[in-house]
């Protein structure tokens, strides 16, 4: 699987000289004619199909990429609904939350 991904990098580098010049330049026929699939991805970056779904207490993010800006949206309500859940169902009780909103409000 590494060569095999490092095949398709030293691909793309060969013909846009530089990983910055890949991702941010490269027509979408010379990225097509390399791999149709990662190909997906880097245009998806470029449209800024890519959204994130934040970090914290020891844990990574996590990119979430979308494919059309319908896509987009929901990804983006599906984040706002996973961090309402995790901000009121995880290490933070309701009581410790109401006392935040307070705190923040009475300033």
Do not use: H
Not at 26 to 39: G, P
């Amino acid at each position: 699987m590494a060569d095999k991904v490092q095949s398709i990098w030293k691909r793309y580098i060969g013909i846009g000289n530089n990983e910055i010049n890949v991702l941010l330049n490269l027509s979408e026929q010379k990225l097509n004619e390399i791999d149709l699939e990662i190909s997906k991805y880097i245009l998806a970056f470029r449209k800024g199909y890519v959204s994130y779904f934040p970090g914290g207490a020891g844990q990574y993010g996590e990119p979430i990429i979308a494919f059309s800006e319908d896509e987009k949206k929901q990804n983006e309500l599906q984040i706002i609904e996973k961090m309402k859940q995790k901000l009121y169902f995880g290490q933070n009780s309701k009581t410790d939350l109401n006392r935040s909103q307070k705190t923040l409000l009475d300033c």
